[in-house]
């Protein structure tokens, strides 16, 4: 601590150069280490990056908070919220000119994920921060340094990361929460269900751009119907009734703004694990559930979306189907086959986000317009196959076209935001009136092949530089591309798109993209690295490992390079995964 004090009276008022001679040196205070991973250039540019290491004698946790690895992940994500909201208590916050005098890191969301922001193992707990190092103008103010350093920082590392002064209550509930969501998605598989949604969970959201709960004045609590309700097992908070999903085809329907999309949106989030007090600790899905969508515009290479589209104008090759713009069905078929490809199990979708015409044709319309006019094969005719042949469930949401009665498996009405199980009334209703369609899905669902990234395509570098940087959750620029990533409604976390940037590049640079691995090969493999070696893997420089990165899943991996403007793949000729 005396030699830091040194060091920032030293340098104060010189020019900011001089904090540079901190980068990589690390200092010793009381009850834990400095480490200035990286030193920024000037006070605008990225703040400098820091890490305080704590050895776990002195931050004092008991072994059963950070083991098995599940707790190790949600003590994490305690442990970032924690010291996240003593930022703003303790820290005065910006002194000098543009980042100076801020302590940064992300804000978690209601999603407890794997952060890299805390690392807790046997020997330590590690803190990754961003910080501004203060200066007026280019010229260092030494003072606020040593304020930010030697007075707030320990009070920081005090309040936050030492066990003796946290509440082990609030701890130990938090990683319980998260175990038992564990627990609850692994009962899934053995019951044949795809989801459960506890009774007593609150669904809807503040607003559009606001993940906490409706006010519980406001939100009708889940409720299972009697025809769907089980009981699971929770280690912690015991066994809770609910409405349990059963694998097929499911159809979500009822009156307009009865609470259909709020029931889907709560199934996709439910591949990750809530903070307690959410409203969905008790909603878990399947962990390859992914959304589906429409995404016109968007650019598709090489993939074979025959099973739903055949015969375009032109004679257009539909079993290797580029695309720099494609339209509202196209891209949901290509989506859809995407996601099989990257080993979903699950697809969600809803008529709301979805092209119609991709959903459905019905018996007048097939009258008026041919077979052999239509490239269209609706998804109607196509996801029992799923289900038969491939083991794939979808659960969607269909105000409008009751013709999905036939194909469905289930059949859950929202009304006034309490499920019904209308199964049997609506099978009914389609035996007393006959869509009178003709089914157009013919034998079998149709292949589904391997494609294999090519390296040469996929460039992180903008001039001479790696270009890799990610604007909120939705936009990724890699290298001179922007990655489009709005549709990808299942990234929750800006760090998830950080991550997703940095892993490719590592893939890349570490020759797993290397022509000859397909998508999948490579996303399970970086997968299992991550497994293995934790999320600072995605750090450009492993001298430098950053906070900032949260663990994406591998469908979203696979989704942001097949979104990749340049991306070009070669098809993997006997690489048929069916
Ligand atoms: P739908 O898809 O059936 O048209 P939404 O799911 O979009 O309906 O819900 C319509 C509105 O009702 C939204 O503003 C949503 O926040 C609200 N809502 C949904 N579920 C509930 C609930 N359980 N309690 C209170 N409000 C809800
Ligand atoms: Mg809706």
Known sequence: MQQLRQVLSQIDGKGYKAYKKLQGKCFYYPDFELKFYYVQGDPFAAPSQLAVRIPQKTAGFPRETY???????????YLS???????????????GSGKSGDFRLDRPGQEVLERSSVVV?????????????????????????????????????????????LSSNRLLNHVYTVEDQE????????????AFVADGSILPRRSGVDQKPLAPDKAVAFQAPPELAVELDRPHAGRVRGMGIPAGVTLIVGGGYHGKSTLLRALERGVYNHISGDGREGVVTHSTAFKIRAEDGRRV???????????????????????????????????????????????????DTSATNFMIRDMRMQLLVAKDQEPITPFIDKVQQLYRELGVSSVVVIGGAGDYFDVADTVLMM???????????????????????????????????????QPESINPSKGRKVKIKARGEEELQFGHEEIDLHCLEQIVDPGQTRAIGELIFFALKEKHIDGKNSLKEIVDLLGSLLDKNGLEMASPNPKQPRGDYVRPRSLEIAAALNRLRTLAVKINKSGNIL
Request: glycine share 6%; aromatic share 6%; hydrophobic share 40%.
């Open 183 to 194: 627990a609850l998605r692994k009962q899934l598989l053995p019951k044949d269900l795809i």
């Open 67 to 77: 083991q098995p690895k599940t707790r190790a992940i949600a003590l994490a994500d």
């Open 415 to 453: 009304e006034a935001y309490r499920p019904r199980e209308v199964t049997a009334e609506a099978k009914e209703i389609a035996c007393r009136y006959p869509n009178n369609r003709n089914p157009e899905g013919g034998d079998a669902f149709g292949e589904l092949q391997d494609r294999v990234p």
């Open 121 to 165: 193992n046997e020997d330590f707990v590690e803190a990754r921060i961003f910080a501004g190092m203060p200066a007026a103008g280019r010229r260092i103010l030494g003072q606020e340094a040593a304020q930010m350093l030697l007075e707030e920082l320990p009070e920081l590392v005090k309040r936050s990361l030492l066990f003796a002064n």
């Open 301 to 351: 290479e090489k993939v074979n979306i025959n099973p739903f589209i055949n015969n375009l104008p032109f004679g257009q090759d539909t079993r290797s189907f580029s695309s720099e713009e494609a339209s509202g069905s196209t891209s949901q078929a290509a989506n859809i086959v995407e996601a099989l490809e990257a080993g979903t199990q699950v697809l969600l979708m809803d008529e």
């Open 81 to 95: 919220r924690i010291f996240y909201s003593y930022i703003g208590k303790i820290s005065s916050g910006r002194r």
